[in-house]
T-cell receptor, first 112, second 113 residues
Framework: GQQVMQIPQYQHVQEGEDFTTYCNSS?????IQWYKQRPGGHPVFLIQ?????EVKKQKRLTFQFGEAKKNSSLHITATQTTDVGTYFC????????????FGKGTLLTVNP | KAGVTQTPRYLIKTRGQQVTLSCSPI?????VSWYQQTPGQGLQFLFE???????NKGNFPGRFSGRQFSNSRSEMNVSTLELGDSALYLC????????????FGQGTRLTVV
């Protein structure tokens, strides 16, 4: 079945440093979504990417979808303590299979 | 508008018992998915319901089952509980399941002792 691998599993940074998490799917995706889960909270939707090579920005966050629609990345510029949490990617295969498969997430901690 | 509501928030059960968890999606949402979250395995897909029909199922044993009612509310049931079933169970609703964002509830923390 479809697998979504996400690296790294953990990342600790100093406040102000950049952070990137990478996501790779074993199959081509129709779209990929990113979620953030704060400690003790539930996943919250950040963004969805649909087009090959798509790049979207949300303030200090930059999301990319690979040309082959099998990989994606989330980059945070100049991290802040409010960025702490686990970032998940979630991919949907094409066709009639709508199942959303989550990566295991990257836990980001930020040292002030 | 009200978010996704899961009840109960916390539950402690004994091995061998059964449990039923409830999820009320956002009004108008017809798709409800269930996930099991554990520290080592992340978010694992259990099943997805759309308009009362199970559309997708994850790789969980038959002890895990679910259903969706005509008002889109969903329940999941776990029978013959095992210690390994201890986890956060998350429900997510979306308008449909073809590419719209999923809204998660706060989850039900199940502890099996």
């Amino acid at each position: 079945g479809q697998q979504v691998m996400q690296i790294p599993q953990y990342q600790h940074v100093q406040e102000g440093e950049d952070f990137t998490t990478y996501c790779n799917s074993s199959t081509t995706l129709s779209n990929i979504q990113w979620y953030k889960q704060r400690p003790g909270g539930h996943p919250v939707f950040l963004i969805q990417l649909v087009k090959s090579g798509e790049v979207k920005k949300q303030k200090r966050l930059t999301f990319q979808f690979g040309e082959a629609k099998k990989n994606s990345s989330l980059h945070i510029t100049a991290t802040q303590t409010t960025d702490v949490g686990t970032y998940f990617c979630a991919g949907r295969p094409g066709g009639s299979n709508y199942k959303l498969t989550f990566g295991k997430g990257t836990l980001l901690t930020v040292n002030p | 508008k009200a978010g996704v509501t899961q009840t109960p928030r916390y539950l402690i059960k004994t091995r061998g018992q059964q449990v039923t968890l409830s999820c009320s999606p956002i009004s108008g949402h017809r798709s409800v998915s269930w996930y099991q979250q554990t520290p080592g395995q992340g978010l694992q897909f259990l099943f997805e319901y759309f308009s009362e029909t199970q559309r997708n199922k994850g790789n969980f044993p038959g002890r895990f089952s679910g259903r969706q009612f005509s008002n889109s509310r969903s329940e999941m049931n776990v029978s013959t509980l095992e210690l390994g079933d201890s986890a956060l169970y998350l429900c997510a609703s979306s308008w449909d399941s073809r590419g719209t964002e999923a809204f998660f509830g706060q989850g039900t923390r199940l502890t099996v002792v």
